[in-house]
C-alpha cells in the first residue's frame, strides 16, 4: 500500500464515522417507531393525544420559516384594503383579504403568519422555563443533597 497523503486518510476516516453515526441514526429512529407502535397498540387514545401534540409543537416550530408574510408588517398582504372597510369588529375574517386563509386585522397584518408567529414564542417560552426549572431543581436537590436536609 502506498502513502497517498493525509488527506485521503482523513476523508477516509471521516466518511467512515458519518457512515457509522448514519446507521447509529437510523437504528435509533427504528427502536422509536417500534416502541410508538407498541404504545399506540396498548393506548390508542394516548397515541392520539401524542400524534395531535407532536403535530402542534411541529407546526410551531417550523411555523415562522413557512409562513406566507410579516407578521409585524402593516398591510403585508397584496391587497390592502381602506380602513374604514377593515375596522373592528369584523364579522368575517375574509373581510380585510381576500388572500389570506385567517384573513387580516384592521391593520392589515395576515392572522395566519401571526399566529404562527406567537406560536413560536410560545414554544420557546415553554422550553425555557422547562429547562429554567429543572436547573433551579437541580440546583437545589443538588445543595440539598450536600448539606444532609432540607432547604
Same mark, same amino acid.
Given at each position: ?47 392520539? !393525544? ?53 384573513? !387580516? ?12 408567529? !406567537? ?33
Amino acid at each position: 500500500m502506498t502513502y497517498s497523503g493525509g488527506r485521503a486518510l482523513k476523508v477516509e476516516v471521516l466518511s467512515r464515522a458519518v457512515s457509522l453515526w448514519i446507521r447509529r441514526a437510523v437504528s435509533l429512529v427504528l427502536r422509536l417507531l417500534r416502541s410508538v407502535g407498541k404504545f399506540s397498540k396498548r393506548n390508542p387514545l394516548g397515541a392520539v !393525544g401524542l400524534g395531535i401534540i407532536f403535530g402542534l409543537v411541529v407546526i410551531a416550530a417550523v411555523g415562522p420559516f413557512v409562513a406566507p408574510y410579516d407578521p409585524f408588517q402593516i398591510g403585508a398582504a397584496p391587497k390592502q384594503a381602506s380602513v374604514s372597510w377593515c375596522a373592528p369588529p369584523l364579522t368575517w375574517p375574509w373581510d380585510c383579504w381576500d388572500d389570506n386563509v385567517l384573513g !387580516g386585522d384592521h391593520l392589515g397584518r395576515d392572522v395566519l403568519s401571526r399566529i404562527l408567529h !406567537g406560536a413560536w414564542i410560545s414554544l420557546l417560552v415553554g422550553v425555557a422555563a422547562s429547562i429554567a426549572g429543572t436547573l433551579a431543581g437541580g440546583l437545589l436537590g443538588i445543595t440539598g443533597g450536600y448539606w444532609g436536609g432540607k432547604l
